[in-house]
């Protein structure tokens, strides 16, 4: 397991996937019986422990804190957001815009042809609910040639991503130590929550308050800029 993620304080413009990854459904699928209805509390305690408290915002009605997390691959991101109920429901993707650009092209190419198709059927523009966007709903007359368009995200680099997600939230399952005690995502580790690989080094800024004064002057300046 690597020991190299870290939260992201820099990067470009992201944005998620439209289709194909589904967080809580890969969490499902490698925590199993991990999860439980506590487990964002106790993801809560392993994420400050390990990467100290989160250097971004969230929404301080549903969520309790927010960590952006950098994985092996430098286009890829996992967001993670402790609310009330199982951590599955609390995990987001992220990509580079760039990487999510080059993911959708065919799906831009199929809208492309799609709308030659459209545009030769009707010409004047009387369509009655042609659609562009999957084939599910299209019309017999121009079903089997949408059925010849490509309209997945590149399955490349959707297996690319799908591997770095999942890789990182195996490494959730990583021990690391208060005293001389060892928790991962679920809590303390024992024998039905196993961890997973060598202890990860805890955050430096695990153990200190927070400046109680900074912080809500700068949440006061925050909340008059959002006006």
């Not at 950098?70 to 609310?83: A, C, F, M, N």
Request: proline fraction near 7%.
């Amino acid at each position: 397991m690597s020991a190299t993620i870290r939260t992201a304080k820099r990067h470009g413009p992201l944005t998620g996937l439209d289709s194909g990854i589904q967080m809580s459904v890969m969490a499902r699928e490698l925590y199993g019986d991990r999860l439980h209805d506590d487990s964002s509390l106790t993801a809560f305690a392993y994420l400050y422990r390990r990467f100290g408290p989160p250097p971004r915002g969230g929404d301080d009605l549903k969520e309790i804190a927010v960590w952006l997390l950098k994985t092996r691959d430098p286009q890829v991101y996992l967001g993670i957001y402790p609310g009330g109920c199982s951590i599955d429901l609390y995990l987001s993707h992220y990509v580079d815009a760039s990487l999510a650009r080059e993911a959708e092209a065919p799906m831009r190419e199929y809208r492309r042809q799609a709308r030659a198709i459209y545009d030769r059927i009707y010409p004047d523009g009387d369509y009655e609910g042609f659609v562009l966007e999957g084939i599910g709903e299209s019309r017999p007359c121009w079903e089997g040639e949408l059925e010849r368009l490509e309209t997945r995200t590149d399955p490349e680099i959707l297996t690319r991503v799908d591997a770095v997600l999942r890789h990182i939230l195996l490494d959730l399952l990583r021990p690391v130590v208060i005293r001389d005690v060892e928790i991962n995502l679920f809590g303390r580790c024992n024998a039905d929550n196993p961890p997973r690989g060598r202890s990860a080094p805890w955050s430096h800024l695990a153990g200190w308050g927070v400046p109680i004064k900074a912080m809500e002057a700068y949440i006061a300046e925050s909340r008059r800029s959002d006006r």
